[in-house]
């Protein structure tokens, strides 16, 4: 725990949104850092006979460069109001207090166990199930390549008089090739066509929380959330089990790519995930109701054969898991940029290296790309 003299302001907050909170001395209020690289993210708790006993306090991070907070806002809204999200206390430009789960976020590697990705696989779809009228239906990847303003910055970032490192030099040499015309049009050829549904955008592990009670998934933090084709939330969750944000040392991360599953595991995801989506409205209560099913797909697959017929099961299957090796690249190439925008030219060896990052993942999409030019595969 963080001592509380240390955050007069956020307990200032906490007790203006917080009736309950209001007569409890300061020192009753503790706070404990959770994992996050965009926001800094609290579990404030009150020693205090009070409900709420705990919420979460987001500080929100200096990402007005690449994030609309005026859209994040309004589908945080919606999200709570439909009971998927969680609650809303307080929020103003620097905070907002959210309801607190009891529970804690999935480890990266339990995300790839079959259990788990099971279960991740019911919970995306049922979060692409949501029809979020409010929102403008568009592609967040197109409108990116679009965005004349977001390729200003990302070039002037570049290009900034106080990168003087000869390493960083070099890496933003190679980095600016993101945005030529050539690029971009690479990327517009791979964008999926299909339908768009709503999206996460963001599924790395620290936006997964499982209950302690039931076990349940719920994704948290909508920052990036908003139209997008299927496979990039898959892609996300997968490619984010190979990152590490939690190492001790400069730059504060870890890629590897080893740990990216073998193609029969992501097949095993695109399994539960058609079928939550596209053949069965009883889906995702059947799971709730007995969540061993995902220890065993036997069920699933009898439920193909006799619901679907195997030809037409695996023709989807061939289209989505098209879609999934398309946007790992897409994913890679959709952050590589946010981090150089993120990145600070005086910045020490003290804080997270966005530019080491963002050169990293972009080292990763050239991979991917090269393998798929190749064979059409990643794999």
């Known amino acids: 725990m963080e001592l509380t003299q240390d955050h007069g302001e ?25 994992p996050g690289i965009s926001n800094k993210v609290y579990k404030a708790t009150a020693e205090a006979d ?66 788990w990705r099971r ?38 970032k570049c290009s900034h008089p106080d990168w003087s490192q000869p390493d960083q030099l070099r890496k933003l040499d190679e980095l600016k090739k993101l945005g030529s015309v050539e690029e971009k049009e690479f990327i517009e050829s791979i964008i999926p066509k299909g339908d768009l549904i709503f ?63 073998k193609q029969e595991d992501v097949k095993d995801f695109l399994r539960y995930y058609i079928y939550a989506t596209r053949y069965s409205d009883g889906a995702f209560a059947e799971l709730e109701e007995d969540s061993t099913k995902v220890e065993d797909d036997k069920w699933l697959l009898k439920k193909i054969s006799e619901e679907i017929g195997q ?23 959709y952050w590589t940029p946010w981090a150089v925008l993120m990145s600070e030219p005086k910045s ?3 804080s997270f290296d966005y530019l080491c990052y963002g050169y990293e993942r972009y080292q990763c999409y050239r991979e991917w790309k090269r393998k798929y030019l190749k064979s059409k595969s990643i794999f």
């Not at 589908?75 to 907002?96: A, E, M, Q, T, W």
């Not at 409108?143 to 002037?156: N, P, V, Y």
């Not at 955008?201 to 959330?225: A, F, M």
């Open 50 to 115: 009070v409900i709420p006993k705990a919420v979460i306090l987001r500080k929100f991070g200096a990402t007005s460069a690449v994030v609309d907070k005026n859209k994040e806002s309004l589908i945080f809204d919606l999200l709570s109001r439909s009971g998927i999200g969680p609650c809303k206390y307080g929020k103003n430009d620097i905070f907002r207090i959210e309801e607190y789960f009891d529970g804690e976020p999935i480890q990266r590697l339990q995300i790839n166990e079959p259990f």
């Open 199 to 261: 999206s996460h955008n963001d599924p790395l592990n620290g936006n997964i929380l499982v209950t302690y009670r039931d076990q349940k998934v719920i994704l948290v933090d909508y920052e990036y959330s908003g139209y997008n084709t299927r496979g990039f939330d898959i892609a996300g969750l997968f490619t984010e089990t190979t990152i590490a944000y939690d190492e001790p040392a400069y730059p504060y991360f870890k890629i590897e790519m080893k740990l990216f599953p």
């Open 10 to 34: 956020e307990i200032s907050f906490l007790k203006e949104c917080i009736p309950s909170w209001k007569p409890i001395p300061d020192s009753a209020i503790s706070f404990q850092l959770l």
């Open 119 to 156: 279960k991740l696989a019911f919970a995306l779809a049922k979060y692409h199930s949501i029809n979020a009228l409010e929102i403008e239906k568009n592609n967040v990847l197109t409108e990116r390549l679009q965005d004349s303003e977001f390729w200003k910055k990302f070039e002037g």
């Open 311 to 333: 030809e037409e099961f695996d023709r989807e299957m061939g289209i989505l898991l098209d879609e999934f090796e398309r946007c790992c690249l897409l994913v890679h190439y």
């Open 348 to 350: 020490g060896s003290d």
